[in-house]
């Protein structure tokens, strides 16, 4: 047992003791990943199908010729299971987004130990390689009411964080050295992603390139991540019966390209970079606008700058992903004086920056509110915003063609959720089928997707969004692939460019993506398994391609996309080369 596991004499883990470990791992987080899964399905379920349903029997809400129809449970979002205030018992529905909202962004602030985000983990790596592991049961509880809300809050940060507490957890317990912590908090951390995704070397590439900017470092954790998040892979399809299939289902690709399409992959890598640069610097303007929002900023004094408290974002207003999601208290509650009409417009607009709350935690939530009410407005009206955007990336990917998960159609109940949704196709419709949806909505599911994702982000609640700039790039790919194809149709110019809506889709996902997480390597082993089969232009029947024919293409574009946006867009200001080798001539 102590040459296999563990030995109290000699505690630093050999490569066998390693290797043993990393398939224990794998097992748990197979098991973690699967049950937690299950979770996170049934919670959106009950919340999204259920509860409305449930409601609009009992009254609570109406057909939509009624005065307050189904459509409205869209901007209350899932507060359903909150409490109702005494002096609005007559609007339940009404109340309840304020109350789940209110809830998990006070939750978020309130709790003893500070809830972690993906900066502080990558700082945790780099600089001890364990993680604080005391807030393992508030990340997991947190993250999943917010991926339940409808909040574009995803499972991939939670996943980081609470399997890299329980790799760190196990490094202490055995006394283990920094170097051997962090292997085993990034094979821990590689093999809750591979689990949960379904992706077991890409999954820890994944992992193991986010601490850095310019790819993986830390190599001698790759075998045991790999390793772990194999073993997870099948734990977690052993215990789901989940079958192992792509994702997704692309547009048709001919079995041969011709040469030129290496530099039309180049231009798709230079407009991935663009829509990436703006994907990054939107949401991290959004998530620091609504961090900002009624906290008390002092006056600046000429002699000494700006003062501490009111110092959220640096001299030039710039915000990053280093806001924490809290701010510091000591801020009081006033409001400017009302003028008349447009003087109470304007305060109205410039309520968030002219109203303090003094109490931080009641302050956050309020922010945290507001946000939400934000984000569930805009999904009324484009229901492909709602959720993190896995499930609703097939919808995109095929302009529509593919009816919106969650939702019910035809005469379910909750179909009357999408009553105001624009951008969806009529699966009955066979003309509105084959043209899908045009440039207008590509380009509105385009902005709205950031900005929903950056106000979710604000809204403290602990979530990912590694589905955002993919699902970002998707509709923009639809928008450039359709305006050229215009272009083309007018002037006979450009035509080159949207004549492979597969390889466009591909390499503008894959180079947006790297902006914000710069995780290259597994980007291009992602988008590659995702590839379930290709569909013909018609919308009818699958077929298969020449898989290989993409992956050269998607190592053009990312590339581009990483070596452009090196200093331009950078998303966690954590990530750094590995400081704990220092080669110096002999």
Known sequence: MHTLFYNPWDPEFSSLQ????????????????????????????????EVPEQLLEWGVFTELDGAFPLWNYMWICPAIFGGVNDSFTTDIAAISVVVTVFILSYISVVVPVPIPGQNEWIDAVHRIGVFDHRTFFNVFLISTGGMASGLSLGPELPLVLTAGMVGSYLALLTRQSILSARVMNLTAAGAAIGGFFGFPMAGALFVLEIPHQMGLQYFEALSPATIASIVAVLVNR???????????????????????????????????????????????????????????????????????????????????????????????????????????????????????????????????????????????????QLFWGEAQLQTLIDKGRTPLPVFGQDDEPTAALTAYGYCMIDPEDEEAVAEGFGILCSGAITLTKILTIGLSLGTGIVGGHFWGPLYVGAAASNCFVDLFELVSNKTGFGGILSAYPCVAILCIMGSTHVVTFRAHMAIMLILTLTISAFVPEGGEGFVGGDYSAVFPLLVVSCFVSLMLTRKKAVFYKQQRSRGDIIASPE
Not at 287 to 310: A, I, L, R, S
Not at 322 to 338: A, S
């Open 238 to 384: 052993i215990v789901t019966g989940n079958d192992v299939s792509g994702y997704f289902n692309y547009p048709f690709l001919t079995a041969t390209l011709p040469s030129h399409i290496f530099y039309i992959a180049v231009l798709y890598g230079l407009f991935g970079a663009a829509v990436g640069a703006l994907y990054s610097k939107g949401c991290l303007f959004l998530k620091g606008w609504v961090h900002d929002w009624f906290h008390y900023h002092e006056h600046h004094d000429e002699e000494h700058g700006p003062t501490k408290e009111g110092g959220h974002s640096d001299i030039n207003g710039h915000h990053d992903e280093c806001v924490p999601l809290v701010g510091e208290p000591g801020v009081i509650v006033t409001t400017k004086p009302k003028k008349g009409v447009i003087s109470a417009i304007q305060c109205c607009f410039k309520s968030l920056t002219s109203c303090y709350i003094k109490h931080e935690p009641t302050r956050a939530a309020v922010a945290g509110v507001i946000a939400g009410i934000l984000v569930g407005v805009i999904c009324i009206f484009l229901p492909h």
């Open 18 to 49: 390693q290797f043993n470990w990393a398939v224990l791992i794998g097992i748990f987080m197979g098991c973690y990943t699967a049950y937690w899964g299950m979770l996170v399905e049934f919670s959106v379920e009950f919340v999204w199908k």
